[in-house]
């Protein structure tokens, strides 16, 4: 599988198993149709292994920890369980650590499906599966979606209570006995808080989830940012503006901005350039050919209608060409920018600093994640193409 395809269950009764080089905590979560937990008791594992339809299995240190779900004694109201994984030792990432999750049916142990989630980093703790309700019907999906908090990450999105850590007292504590209904907690869930980002600074190198509470985010490259704000996605009207300048007072230089929709599968659905003003039935729509880059502003921009856009719709990667053939190296500075449609404000900003001898770059992308939200990624890639219809496969390789 490939992060956000899915395939429907043949079977009542799944386990989904983790296995790395090293030894991973594996958990899920039972969520409503909002996306979180109806309490502490939907979090099931080491500690908790057992909910409605839902179980956790250790594999001891010598077999992957693995998560069983029961669709026919899923609670109703529960449409969805999120499997996730993290290193059992301490602040360890999935840097050089492949994981890979395994579909089975719990019955005979067949396979149904693997998916091993591409490019992890600094990631502590991964939604790697879902399994979830669709018209009736339970269906599987690869995630895939990392996080650099740790469990308390996903837990916190997802409702879990977590406890954050008290300063030290100065006089030894008085033991409490805990009531046996107070929930499990993991003491490895225990994030400690993270520090305040000032409204215009440059968002923080890849250590935590950004969103939009703080104001204009500034991205660097491969740097990702939540189109949360106060909890809420945005699912209005977004504009990417996109603008260049020729370089050294050099001569006008035609670049075309343009967005490529792509499927949970990384099909392509269509593209939207000068010569395609609307797509997806005006959900995307541009705003025409600059084919100078002169004057100050946007020199062209794509509006997105993120509450318009059809299901199938899961990715959109805006890339720049240069027509003419000129080289980017030609460029003075180009740039991309996220703005609300409705008010003007910018979200989110990214200056290419860096320029190759290329004629095409692929500027960002915006994925939609599995709880609806989407996310934008600063990119920043140079390829070899002068149209957007070659940019269709280099871009689908960027999600």
Not at 349 to 366: P, S
Request: glycine share 10%.
């Amino acid at each position: 599988m490939t992060p956000g395809s899915n395939i429907p269950l043949p079977v009542t009764r799944v386990t989904v198993d983790v296995a790395a080089p090293v030894r991973l905590d594996v958990s899920g979560l039972l969520l409503t149709a909002d996306g979180k937990v109806r309490s502490d008791d939907d979090f099931i594992f080491y500690n908790q292994p057992a909910g409605p339809g839902v179980a956790y299995r250790s594999g001891g240190g010598t077999a992957p920890d693995a998560i069983t779900v029961d669709t026919t004694a899923v609670p109703p109201g529960i449409e969805k369980i999120v499997v996730t994984a993290s290193p059992d030792a301490a602040a360890q990432t999935f840097q050089g650590i492949e994981p890979t999750a395994t579909i089975r049916s719990a019955d005979d142990n067949s396979v149904l499906a693997t998916f091993t989630p591409p490019q992890l980093g600094s990631e502590t703790a991964l939604v790697i599966v879902e399994i979830y309700l669709r018209n009736g019907a339970w269906k599987a999906r690869a995630v895939g979606q990392g996080y650099a908090n740790g469990l308390a990450g996903i837990a916190t999105d997802f409702g879990v209570s977590v406890e954050e850590p008290t300063p030290a007292p100065a006089a030894p504590p008085v033991q409490t006995p805990v009531t046996p209904s107070a929930p499990p907690v993991d003491p490895r869930l225990t994030a400690p808080p993270v520090p305040p980002v000032p409204p215009t600074a440059a968002a923080p190198a890849a250590s935590g989830k950004i969103n939009l509470d703080k104001g204009r985010v500034s991205l660097q490259k491969n740097q990702t940012v939540s189109l949360v704000k106060g909890g809420r996605p945005l699912l209005s009207q977004v504009k990417m503006g996109l603008g260049w300048e020729p370089a050294y007072r050099g001569k006008d230089i035609d670049l075309d901005a343009s967005v490529i929709a792509y499927g949970p599968q990384r099909n392509h659905i269509d593209s939207c350039y000068f010569g395609k003003l609307s797509i997806v039935n005006g959900a995307i729509k541009h705003s025409g050919d600059n084919l100078t880059g002169e004057g100050g502003g946007d020199d062209e921009v794509i509006v997105v209608d993120l509450g318009r856009l059809p299901q199938d719709v899961t990715g959109l990667v805006f890339t720049v060409n240069s027509f003419s053939g000129q080289k980017f190296t030609e460029v003075a500075k180009a740039y991309c920018r996220l703005l609300d449609a409705a008010t003007g404000e910018e979200l989110v900003r990214f200056d290419l600093t860096n320029a190759e001898a290329q004629t095409g770059v692929i500027m960002a992308k915006l994925i939609k994640q599995f709880s609806g939200e989407w996310e934008m990624t600063a990119l920043g890639d140079f390829v070899k193409s002068r149209t957007v219809r070659g940019m269709v496969k280099p871009a689908a390789q960027a999600l």
